[in-house]
Nanobody, 120 residues
């Protein structure tokens, strides 16, 4: 199986920055797209940013020009640099990966989530 382990969440003041990391491990043949989602209390989970293996990227309108997604294919790791954070960015952030595993089947995997709180 595949495990996704996120790190880098925490408490930050408005206008501050955080960098999230998500490392995938396990019986991985290849990872295709990787993404970050978030879920605020009482709201549905939403896509924040997504990056394909080839480097094609898309962002939610609410985070454009503030957040940057990147990945290291050799390390099966995806990052999310978050700048100019605002209270409305407060949520649990989840990593997602589409992985081709040893059985040559593609599956979607999720991390356990990391809390990001933006507050003064």
């Amino acid at each position: 199986q595949v495990q996704l382990v996120e790190s880098g969440g925490g408490l930050v003041q408005p206008g501050g920055s955080l960098r999230l990391s998500c490392a995938a491990s396990g019986s991985i043949f290849k990872i295709d797209a990787m993404a970050w989602y978030r879920q605020a209390p009482g709201k549905q989970r939403e896509l924040v940013a997504r990056i394909t293996r080839a480097g094609s990227i898309n962002y939610a309108d609410s985070v454009k020009e503030r957040f940057t997604i990147s990945r290291d294919n050799a390390k099966n790791t995806v990052y999310l640099q978050m700048n100019s954070l605002q209270p409305e960015d407060t949520a649990v952030y989840y990593c997602n990966a589409d992985a081709l595993i040893a059985t040559m089947t593609m599956h979607a995997y999720w991390g356990q989530g990391t809390q990001v709180t933006v507050s003064s």
